[in-house]
């Protein structure tokens, strides 16, 4: 079973935030919500650089690990999901997350947090595939449709690479040697305890 | 921004700590200020839902078992043309997918492309007609609309004459749009109809043509995987152009190609680049031709070139001498070391190309700078070749489409211009009386101490550039060379916060008897002025719920399929010319050779009959053979072009093999001829028949005994092995090539000379209806415009070889004396006093009260006024506020911090706006920088309720032309958008 991955080639990223409407576009994220984003360092100066950061889906999620509701599960293709019927909103799994990636509606003028969202690789949740009920809850199920998340497919310079974790490791490496430089593959030990060696 | 965590402070990894900043505070600009939280102000409303759902499910489900029909179109923000798939069902667009098969965007878009869907199914739009009414906006049908604005330009046409007033059309329209408003002008019988070209690429228009034969992109977006070297001056295409980028960065990786971006700001472009130079805004003739000392000095040239197909090199090598190494440095502040290294790579490192936008036109100097580009890619041979190139990137969607069909003050569609032949020639396509046409025109008396001119010359003479109307609307009419002022501004799809001087627009505004705005959104347009009554706004779908042609910034026409019926009451933009045409009384003349169909409010023209009259009367630039037939098969087979070439192979489907993608014009002949286009201009390492050229011999063929022609050099395959001028009957006739006319083609031309002989040899390829002339000499390996060189000196120009001339705010007025603006006087209609506005900034200190440079460019999520996609919650979360970018030097000498709110005022007439403050290294000591999209805030107003209840765009903020100043330029009336002066202060 492929292990699906994101890779986000730095020395590609324009920073135009491609990926960020997608993924609003394709799963009618509201205002306020983020599945994606994209940061950029040195802003401004000589050596700037920007990657598109969202939910990793790592191996051992940390987010699972401390979740007390035990919302989270990972598919077989190594995708984690959680479900917005066990979610509490306790916000544990923000603390744990390495990356940033879990989100809260705000739910009332006392602030507290709703239902945790986060990027669903664009497979959805524990709801029957491609139904209603899933896509109000997760957005749409592009996995189950045979096609990968939007936000990759459609970056703007092929910079924002998702699939199955070999074959865009692959890609990744040819464009290093072609190229001769590459900044590695951001995020990868932190979420899949390997790197990506050229 | 500056909140930087610093080395050794921060305990966790340096992944962690960066994105732990997304968090706890912005990092960087997208995250500027405001985070998107769901608490922001006067946002608030956008989106709040019950807990565990998160989303809205009534236009973004694609719902199992039912139908889905897929539809192509294109997006409707930038040139670079990607194609946008769409899933429909029931009749509403419920998704997007990539479009993997396009050779242009290969499934990717930027932040725009990827949330268009918005624009059709968002809840901001203008959604039925409307008017003031008594200062408040009321709604009224179409009929009625049309009734009182055909009135009321009836009464102001009988009062003040057909040129008071002004049909300001947009770079949105499709081809087939853009066709009908100038020929809609041209029945109406005004030459004041112009669009958004005149203040993107209006300069480099007439640069360009005039140096080589037409003003466009010479290579095309994909061809730059071929480059070695690429220059980026004044364009910062990682935000403007976003797709283009795939094609730049893999060039650059395959060939390890050098990216050198010349800015005064550290773009987004130029993180990606490999040199960066940053340059004194508005010195770029001092650049170019300090880089060329370099050339000449060192012998770089490419001397086989300019002999063969350069004309004038001589004269430009006299002005380049004046530009030594230290000349260039105090004029530029560019060191010697980096521009000599620039140009030494830019000329041994081929195929060189050279990319340029708004940050080199728009400026007093715009045509004079395109020239200077042009040079500097003449004098190193990178013109016709693969990799190489003028690969000027245009702006809006179908800018390059509406300035070929001419929306234009200066010319009828496809440059043609307006002498009594252009007339005449659009008068035969038209089947139209030449008199009739003649008469609609007004007669312009003597005033001012100007001759009067009758119809026939009124008609012959440019209008009034779009960046002056509303100095042609308040000034005193003696000033004003027509009959009358501009008494009614008809708007289609176009902003009024794109053009510098805003305060004095909104004078202008309020001037004005009669404001029609025909938009899918109401722009700065519906709110910026104080009327109360004959204002109207009239709701126009989006080009993505209509059908028609786009031509992209490569010249690639794509079509277009409608994708669902215009929402709301929105209707299109050719029902409505069709309607306002009846209204006026020449529908039936208009509309005679267009067939109509039934469309969302009855008949409405059909956009492929408008396409076939655009084809039989297109030849001048290779528009004739382009079918409605011929693009529809390349949408469908799009997968078959190659990514680099662009060219079907022969074993593609046989209505496509052979073509390049999109048949960039030009397309010679009819189009049963089957030419494939023109991937690469003036290419004469192509048979003309695969899309090879010459340059064009448009200037003549000699000139004080110097041969205009081009010698030794010709397209491959040519039978003619030299220069030629451009062919007509009298020149087939002389080849004895006239044999191979067939007797229908024969007939034609000697209709069209009337029977006359000498007429009928002057009847050249651009005027033969039967594309016979055209038909023949591809037929002998030789293009229809002719064989000559390319002018590096264009005498009949202002400053026939460019020179420096300090912008009219200088920051520099030391320098002012040395290189003053050109003197006052008049160009289209209109006065025109740059020197004096600088002799007065000079005099009064102006630099030093306002020692900060403005500039303004261009952000990623938002295009041009901004109304489409500040309106577009998608968009509109990503950047909250208008801000200006400030130098941490010179922000700390006025206290001023990071997000701070500050006053930044301009030089003329007190005009200020309020701003955040963005302090950032990315704009250099005494520069500052705002983004133009913005508007809906006016001098600390704020003006949400001028907007119709539920249509005001999400996102209002200043707007940076509020505090721009005076400055033309003399050959087009391009304003100087990109340096003025200003003082910046906390607020």
Known sequence: MARMKFLCDADRCIECNACVTACKNEHEVPWGINRRRVVTIRDG???????????????????????????FYTTADAVVLHSKDLCIGCGYCFYAC???????????????????????????????????AEFIKYGTNRLAEGKLPLCAEMCSTKSLLAGDGDIIAEIYRERVVTRGYGSGAWGWRTAYKETLNV | ?????????????????????????????????????????????????????????????????????????????????????????????????????????????????????????????????????GGEWVRI????????????????????????????????????????????????GTNNVDHQARICHSTTVAGVANTWGYGAMTNSYNDIRNSKTIIFMGSNAAEAHPVSLQHILTGKEKNRANVIVLDPRLTRTAAHATDFIRIRSGTDIAVIWGMMWHIFENGWEDKEYIAQRVYGMDEVRKEVAKWTPAEVERVTGVPEAQLRRAAETFAKERPSTFIWCMGGTQHTVGTANVRAYCNLLLATGNVGVSGGGANIFRGHCNVQGATDLGVDIATLPLYYGLTEGAWKHWSRVWDEDYSWLLGRFDAVEAKGGRDARDALKNMGTAGIPSTRWFDAATMDAEQVDQRDNIRAMMVFGHGGNTVPRMPDAKTGMNALELLVVADPHPTTFAALHDRTDNTYLLPIC???????????????????????EPVFESANDYWVMYRLAQKLGFADRMFRNIALVEGKYGPEPEA?????????????TGYCGQSPERLKAHMAHQDKFDLVTLRAPADAPAEIAGDYYGLPWPCWGKPEIRHPGTHILYNTHQHVKDGGGTFRARFGVEREGVNLLAEGSWSLGSEIEDGYPQFTMAVLQQLGWDADLTADERAQIEAIGGGDPEAIGKVSWSIDLSGGIQRVALEHGCIPFGNGKARAMAWNLPDPVPVHREPIYSPRPDLVADYPTREDGRQFRM?????????????????????????????????????ETRSNRWLAELQQDMFVEINPEDAAARGIVEGADVWVTGPEGGAKVRVKAMVTPR?????????????????????????????????????????????????????????????????
Not at chain 1, 54 to 62: E, G, I, L, N
């Open chain 2, 542 to 564: 989006t080009q993505l719920e209509c059908s028609g042609s786009r031509t992209a910034s490569n010249r690639s026409i794509q079509w277009g399929e409608k994708i669902v």
């Open chain 1, 98 to 132: 390495p990356f940033g990636a879990p989100q809260y509606p705000k739910t009332n003028n006392f602030g507290s947090r709703g239902k945790m969202d986060k990027c669903t690789y664009c497979s959805g949740g524990p709801e029957a595939d491609s139904t209603e």
């Open chain 2, 923 to 987: 704009v250099g000591k005494g520069v500052a920088f705002m983004p133009f999209h913005f508007a809906g805030w006016f001098q600390g107003e704020d003006q949400r309720g001028a907007y119709p209840q539920g249509t005001d765009p999400i996102v209002l903020g200043e707007s940076v032309n509020t505090v721009t100043t005076y400055g033309y330029d003399p050959v087009t009336g391009m304003h100087e958008g990109k340096v003025t002066l200003c003082q910046i202060a906390a607020a």
């Open chain 2, 608 to 620: 492929e009959s408008i396409l076939r009259e655009i084809n039989k009367g297109g030849f001048s």
């Open chain 2, 1 to 133: 921004m500056l909140i930087k965590r610093k080395a050794g402070q921060v305990s966790r990894t340096r992944l962690q700590g960066a994105v732990a900043a997304l968090a706890t505070g912005a990092l960087d600009r997208r995250s500027f200020l405001r985070r998107s939280g769901v608490a922001v102000g006067g946002l608030a409303a956008v989106g709040a839902l019950g807990v565990g759902s998160v989303r809205r499910a009534e236009a973004g489900f694609t719902a199992p078992g039912v139908e889905t029909v897929i539809k192509k179109n294109m997006c409707t923000h930038c040139s670079v043309g990607c194609t946008v798939t769409a899933e429909v069902q029931n009749g509403v667009w419920v998704g997007q997918e990539p479009t993997w098969a396009s050779p242009i965007n290969r499934g990717a878009h930027c932040a725009k492309g990827a949330a268009i869907r918005e624009l059709v199914h968002g809840d901001r739009r203008l959604k039925y007609p409307m008017k003031k009414q």
């Open chain 1, 45 to 71: 100066l000589p050596g700037e650089r920007s990657i598109s950061m969202a939910c990793m889906h790592c191996t051992d999620a940390p987010c699972a690990a401390v979740c007390p509701v035990d919302c």
């Open chain 2, 831 to 867: 006065p025109n006093i740059g020197f004096t506005m600088q002799k007065a900034a000079v005099d009064g200190k102006f630099a030093e009260k306002f020692p900060i440079i403005l500039t303004s460019g261009r952000l990623v999520e938002y295009e041009g006024g901004g109304e």
């Open chain 2, 141 to 188: 049908s179409w009929d009625q609309a049309f009734e009182e604005i055909g009135d009321k330009l009836g009464a102001i046409r009988e009062k003040s004459g057909a040129d008071s007033v002004y049909w300001l059309g947009s770079a949105k329209f499709s081809n087939e749009g853009s066709y009908l408003f100038r020929k809609f002008a041209a029945y109406w």
